[in-house]
C-alpha cells in the first residue's frame, strides 16, 4: 500500500506518531523500527479509526493476488510485530482490538491528524502531489536560469546553513524478518542476512558490519541512531523475507542512521533459484544510493551464478548447524553440505563450508586433525577451481596452508589476495592476525586484530582475539581488560576464561588465573577439547605450587595430545621431558604455532633445542 492510497498524512497517538509519506513510526519523537508488513496495517487501522477492518481487507492490502505468500499466517506474524512494537496485548488492547472471526479495528484516541508544526507547508504541498512537485522543479529551473548570479550567493548560504549530509560510507544489515509465519524458517531469514552482508563486504568502498555483530538486534527494539552508535556505522539495512515453496518476496529498506531519515525502500519477488542474482542486485542498489563506488573487479566478483534451489536449500541448513560454533553442529552441517554438493558438484559455497569445517573443528565426525585438514584442502581447490574470484575460498586456503604445511609465506600470499577479493571478511583478518603473530610480527597482527573488531564490534571471537593480541606483546593490563569485556558479551565462552586466565597468570596473580582457567576446563563439553584447558591450567598450578594437582592433571592428557603434556612439565620445571613431548607433537604435526610467544614456554626460551624446533617448524 502506498502513502497516496491513504486520505490523511500523519497521525498521532498515544505516544506515537506515523508518517505514511516516510512510512515512519516515531515514539516520543524518535524513530522507532517497524517492519514494513506491520506499519501498513498500522496505516489501515488508522484510516478507518473505530471500523473493523476484516482479515480479507487487510490481505488484499498487504499482498497483491498474484503474491505467493501463507496470507493468513502472514497476517498473524504482522499483527504480532504490531502489538509488540506498540507495547499492545490482545487480552487487554490499548490500541488494536482483535474481533473474533472478522477482523481488527484501531480502539486508541487520535491525538491529531495534522501535519506536525515544524514541516513546511509548500514542501508538503509539492511532496503530496506529484504534478504540483513537477511545476514547482520547473518554475525554480525557469528562476534559476533568470537569477543565476544571485542564486550562487543564495546557495552558498543556504549550503552554510543547511549542509548536506555525510556520505554513508559504513553499513549493518539488520536480521532479515521473518514474516513468512513459519518459524521453521528463521535459517532462511538468517541466511539471507548473512548472503547481503557477505556481498556488501566485497565493495571497498563500505565498511560492513558481520553478521555476527548485527544478529545482537535481532529481538531488540533499538532506534536507529542507537544501534548506529553501538556498532558506529552510518547507515542501516532493515529487510524481510516471505518464503513460500520456491517463491520469495523480500523487502528492503535503508536508512540513514545518524538522522534516522528513511532513504529508500523496494520489494522483491523471485525464484528460490534466483536468490543469488537478488542478493547481488540489491548490493548493487544499496552502493548506488549511498554512492559508494564498485570496481570493475568488484563488478565481477558481484556477479552471481544460477544456484539449484534444493542444492542451497541444504547449503543453508548447512550453515545455520555451523554457526551453532560446536563440533556437533559442524558434524551437522559437514552433512548438508556434502547433500549440497551431490545435488549440485558446481556449487562453490557448498565446498566453502566443507572445508571451515575441517578447518575450525579438530575431531568433526572422527576425523583426525590431520586427515579433517586434507579433506579440507581438497574442498577449498574444488571451490577456488569453480570461482577462482572468490575472496573466502583464497584467504580459508591461506589458513589450511599455515595450519597444514606450516608455510607462512604461501599462507600470507593467499590471506592478502582473500582480502584485497572481500576486504570486509572478517575471518580473513582473524588468520591473517594469527599468522602475524606466529612470526613475531606484532604490530601487523594488532592492525589486523582491529580491523576484525571494527567489522564485528559485538562478536565474541573478535573481541577474544583482540585481547589474545594484546597477550601475544605481553600487554597485561589491557589483555584483562579485554578479556572482561569478552566475557560480559558471552559468559560461557570458554576461550574467554581461559585467556582471561594466563593473563592474570602473566601479572602473577595465580589465585585468579587458577580460578579462571579450572572455570574454563570444567566448561568443556568435548572430550577431545579438554587437554588443551588442561595443560594450561596444569601449568598455571605448578607455577603457583601445587605440583601434585598439576601432575594428578599431567596423568589426564592422552598421549596423543603430547603438545599439551610439555605444557604441564614445563611449568614443572622438567625442560627434558617438556622438549621430548614438543618433539613428539612435531613429528604428529601438532605443535602449537603460538609456541614463539606463549608463557608456557617461558622456561624453554633459553634452550638451543627450542629454538631449533621453532626453525624447524618455520616460526623463526
Same mark, same amino acid.
Given at each position: ?7 490523511k ?10 508518517d505514511?509519506?516516510s ?6 519523537g524518535?524513530r522507532?523500527?517497524i ?6 496495517v498500522?496505516l ?15 490481505k @488484499?492490502?498487504?499482498?497483491p ?29 490499548t490500541y488494536?482490538?482483535t474481533i473474533? $472471526?472478522r477482523? #481488527?479495528r ?6 491529531s491528524?495534522e501535519?506536525?508544526?515544524?514541516a ?5 504541498a509539492?511532496t503530496?502531489?506529484? %504534478? ?14 533568470i537569477?543565476?548570479? =544571485?542564486?550562487?550567493?543564495g ?8 549542509p $548536506? ?6 553499513i ?5 524478518a521473518?514474516?513468512?509465519?513459519d ?15 557477505s556481498d556488501?563486504?566485497k ?7 558481520s ?6 538486534y ?14 558506529n556505522? /552510518? ?11 520456491d517463491?520469495?518476496r ?8 545518524r538522522s ?8 522483491y ?12 542486485e ?8 549511498v554512492?559508494a ?5 568488484e563488478e565481477?566478483?558481484?556477479r552471481p551464478?544460477?544456484v539449484?534451489?534444493?542444492? !542451497?536449500?541444504?547449503?543453508?541448513l ?10 556437533s ?7 548438508y ?7 549440485? /558438484?558446481?556449487?562453490a559455497?557448498?565446498y ?9 573443528f ?6 583426525t586433525?590431520?586427515?579433517?585438514l586434507?579433506?579440507?584442502m ?10 577462482? %574470484? ?8 591461506g589458513?589450511l ?21 572481500n576486504?570486509g !571478511?572478517?575471518?580473513?583478518h ?7 603473530? !606466529?612470526?613475531?610480527?606484532y604490530?601487523?597482527a594488532?592492525?589486523e586484530?582491529?580491523?576484525m573488531?571494527?567489522?564485528?564490534p559485538?562478536?565474541p571471537a573478535a573481541?577474544?582475539?583482540m585481547?589474545y593480541?594484546?597477550?601475544?606483546? $605481553? ?10 569485556? =569478552?566475557? @560480559?558479551i558471552?559468559?560461557? #565462552? ?8 594466563? /593473563? ?6 595465580y589465585?585468579?588465573a587458577?580460578?579462571?582457567l ?7 563439553r568435548?572430550?577431545?577439547? #579438554?587437554?588443551f584447558y ?34 604441564? #612439565?614445563?611449568?614443572?620445571g622438567d ?10 607433537? !612435531? ?5 602449537p ?20 624446533l621453532? $626453525? ?5
Amino acid at each position: 500500500m502506498e502513502a497516496g492510497a491513504l486520505s490523511k498524512p500523519f497521525w498521532k497517538f498515544g505516544p506515537f506518531e506515523v508518517d505514511a509519506r516516510s512510512r515512519e513510526l516515531r515514539l516520543r519523537g524518535k524513530r522507532t523500527r517497524i517492519q514494513d508488513n506491520p506499519l501498513t496495517v498500522l496505516l489501515v487501522l488508522l484510516e478507518r479509526k473505530g471500523e473493523v477492518v476484516t482479515r480479507e481487507e487487510l490481505k @488484499q492490502r498487504l499482498w497483491p493476488a498474484d503474491t505467493f505468500v501463507e496470507a493468513d499466517d502472514g497476517l498473524n506474524t504482522a499483527i504480532r510485530k504490531l502489538r509488540e512494537v506498540l507495547g499492545d496485548s490482545s487480552e487487554s488492547p490499548t490500541y488494536i482490538e482483535t474481533i473474533p $472471526r472478522r477482523g #481488527y479495528r484501531f480502539i486508541g484516541e487520535i491525538l491529531s491528524d495534522e501535519e506536525p508544526s515544524g514541516a513546511s507547508p509548500t514542501e508538503s504541498a509539492v511532496t503530496a502531489n506529484p %504534478e504540483l512537485r513537477k511545476t514547482s522543479l520547473r518554475s525554480w529551473g525557469a528562476m534559476a536560469a533568470i537569477f543565476a548570479g =544571485t542564486l550562487t550567493v543564495g546557495t552558498a548560504a543556504w549550503v552554510r546553513f543547511h549542509p $548536506r549530509p555525510a556520505p554513508i560510507r559504513s553499513i549493518a544489515v539488520l536480521p532479515f524478518a521473518n514474516l513468512s509465519g513459519d518459524s521453521s524458517q528463521d535459517y532462511f531469514a538468517d541466511a539471507m542476512t548473512e548472503e547481503l552482508t557477505s556481498d556488501l563486504a566485497k565493495i571497498s568502498a563500505l565498511r560492513v558490519i558481520s553478521r555476527t555483530s548485527a544478529m545482537h538486534y535481532k529481538k531488540l527494539q533499538k532506534t536507529a541512531p542507537e544501534i548506529a552508535k553501538e556498532l558506529n556505522v /552510518d547507515g542501516l539495512i532493515e529487510s524481510s523475507v516471505v518464503r513460500s515453496g520456491d517463491r520469495l518476496r523480500i523487502t528492503a529498506q535503508l536508512i540513514d542512521a545518524r538522522s534516522d531519515r528513511h532513504l529508500w525502500s523496494e520489494s522483491y519477488q523471485r525464484d528460490l533459484k534466483d536468490v543469488l542474482t537478488l542478493q547481488s542486485e540489491l548490493a548493487h542498489t544499496i552502493a548506488g544510493e549511498v554512492q559508494a563506488a564498485i570496481s570493475p573487479a568488484e563488478e565481477a566478483r558481484l556477479r552471481p551464478q544460477p544456484v539449484n534451489p534444493a542444492a !542451497y536449500d541444504s547449503y543453508l541448513l548447512g550453515r545455520s548447524h555451523l554457526e551453532k560454533w560446536t563440533v556437533s553442529g559442524a558434524g551437522e552441517a559437514l552433512r548438508y553440505f556434502q547433500h549440497a554438493i551431490e545435488i549440485d /558438484d558446481h556449487f562453490a559455497l557448498a565446498y566453502i563450508g566443507t572445508a571451515e569445517c575441517y578447518l575450525s573443528f579438530m575431531g568433526v565426525n572422527g576425523v583426525t586433525f590431520g586427515e579433517g585438514l586434507d579433506r579440507g584442502m581438497l574442498a577449498i581447490d574444488r571451490a577456488i577451481e569453480l570461482n577462482p %574470484e572468490m575472496g573466502e575460498a583464497h584467504a580459508m586456503l591461506g589458513a589450511l596452508r599455515m595450519e597444514r604445511d606450516w608455510d607462512f609465506a604461501g599462507a600470507e600470499v593467499e590471506m592478502r589476495k582473500g582480502i584485497s577479493l572481500n576486504p570486509g !571478511y572478517g575471518a580473513a583478518h582473524h588468520w591473517y592476525s594469527h599468522l602475524l603473530m !606466529y612470526v613475531g610480527r606484532y604490530d601487523e597482527a594488532m592492525t589486523e586484530a582491529q580491523k576484525m573488531l571494527e567489522l564485528d564490534p559485538l562478536s565474541p571471537a573478535a573481541n577474544l582475539h583482540m585481547g589474545y593480541a594484546y597477550r601475544a606483546i $605481553r600487554d597485561w593490563d589491557r589483555a584483562i581488560e579485554q578479556q572482561r569485556k =569478552t566475557i @560480559q558479551i558471552d559468559p560461557g #565462552y570458554v576461550d574467554a576464561h581461559a585467556d582471561l586466565g594466563e /593473563d592474570y597468570l602473566g601479572k602473577g596473580m595465580y589465585p585468579e588465573a587458577v580460578t579462571e582457567l579450572r572455570q574454563a576446563a570444567n566448561l568443556v563439553r568435548s572430550e577431545r577439547d #579438554y587437554p588443551f584447558y588442561a595443560g594450561s591450567l596444569g601449568f598455571a598450578l605448578a607455577k603457583s605450587g601445587a605440583t601434585t594437582e598439576a601432575k594428578k592433571i599431567l596423568a589426564q592428557i592422552p598421549r596423543d595430545r603430547p603438545e599439551f603434556a610439555s605444557f604441564i #612439565y614445563s611449568g614443572l620445571g622438567d625442560r627434558d621431558k617438556a622438549l621430548e613431548m614438543l618433539n613428539e607433537a !612435531y613429528r604428529g604435526h601438532s605443535v602449537p604455532l603460538d609456541a614463539g610467544f606463549i608463557m608456557e614456554f617461558d622456561p624453554l626460551h633459553t634452550d638451543p633445542r627450542f629454538s631449533e624446533l621453532l $626453525r624447524r617448524v618455520g616460526l623463526r
